[in-house]
C-alpha cells in the first residue's frame, strides 16, 4: 500500500528514525534546564543581606510585611526604578538592574557584588538607607488644558456625563 511517494514500511521506518532525534532532544533539552534549575538555587543560596539586617520586618524573626494600600511609601516600579508608579503603569521600555543600577538586566541576573544607591550613586548602601537627601522626583506632570474655545460647533466632541 502507497501513500503518496512512499510506501507504509517507509513512513514506519522514517518515524521511528525521527522518534529517536526527538529523544535525543528531549533529554538534552531536560538536562539543560536541570542545569539552569541548579546554577540558578546555587546563586540564591550564596546571596547575603548588603543592607542593615535590622530595618524593616524580616522573615528571619516570623514576622511578615505590611500589605495592602495603608503603607505610606511611595509605589516603585520594578522596571525603572522610579518612585510614583507601578511596572503596569511604566512607560520605560528598558530593564534597569536595581542592585548595581546599570540598565540592561534585572536584579536576578546580576553579577555584581556590591549594591548602588539609587539617591545618590555611591556603592555600599541602598536609597532607604542613604545619608544624603533625598532627590526630588525629576519628572514633571503634564496638563493639557482646554478652555473650549478650540473646539468647532458641528465637532463630534462628547459632551456632558454619559453614565
Request: aromatic content about 8%; charged content about 30%; proline content about 4%.
Amino acid at each position: 500500500m502507497k501513500q503518496g511517494n512512499r510506501s507504509v514500511t517507509e513512513y514506519a521506518a522514517k518515524f521511528t528514525e525521527l522518534s529517536k532525534i526527538f529523544e535525543q532532544d528531549t533529554k538534552a533539552r531536560a538536562e539543560s534546564y536541570q542545569q539552569r534549575v541548579d546554577r540558578k538555587g546555587k546563586n540564591q543560596n550564596d546571596r547575603g543581606k548588603p543592607y542593615a539586617a535590622g530595618k524593616g520586618f524580616q522573615r528571619q524573626s516570623g514576622m511578615k510585611r505590611p500589605s495592602g494600600g495603608d503603607s505610606s511609601a511611595p509605589a516603585k516600579c520594578y522596571r525603572c526604578g522610579q518612585a510614583g508608579h507601578r511596572i503596569h503603569e511604566c512607560t520605560s521600555n528598558e530593564r534597569k538592574c536595581f542592585k548595581c543600577g546599570k540598565g540592561g538586566h534585572l536584579a536576578a541576573e546580576c553579577r555584581s557584588k556590591t549594591v548602588t544607591c539609587f539617591n545618590c550613586g555611591e556603592v555600599g548602601h541602598i536609597s532607604p538607607q542613604c545619608p544624603k537627601p533625598k532627590k526630588e522626583n525629576q519628572s514633571g506632570g503634564k496638563v493639557f488644558a482646554l478652555s473650549g474655545s478650540e473646539t468647532f460647533a458641528d465637532d463630534r466632541l462628547i459632551r456632558g456625563t454619559l453614565w
